[in-house]
């Protein structure tokens, strides 16, 4: 059985006042394909600032749309092969 390796690199950064928190997911597979998404999280200005937080959200947010895209490469190449147009997610 052949084992691969996938790594996703996630970037983050926070704004100058702990507002809003930027995730950056990037994915290079084997095959040479490239995925990236962007998520954001916005901190409630009545909230106190907890950075740990606003960096789970949007990391979260840009996994989370990461295996949305994955998902629509693995259907649209199954369709692909197929012979079919592509399912709408």
């Known amino acids: ?13 926070e704004d ?3 507002d809003v928190t930027t995730a950056r997911a990037v994915l290079m597979t084997p095959d040479g394909r ?3 998404c962007v998520a954001y999280a916005r ?14 959200l949007a990391a979260g947010r840009a996994l989370a749309d990461m295996a949305g895209k994955l998902m629509r490469d693995g259907a649209e190449d199954v369709a692909q ?5 592509p399912r709408a997610w």
């Open 1 to 13: 059985m052949e084992s691969k390796q996938w790594d996703v690199q996630i970037f983050i950064s």
């Open 16 to 18: 100058d006042n702990d």
């Open 34 to 36: 490239r995925r990236e």
């Open 43 to 56: 901190r409630n200005p009545e909230d106190q600032p907890v950075p740990a937080i606003g960096d789970e």
């Open 81 to 85: 092969l197929a012979g079919h147009a």
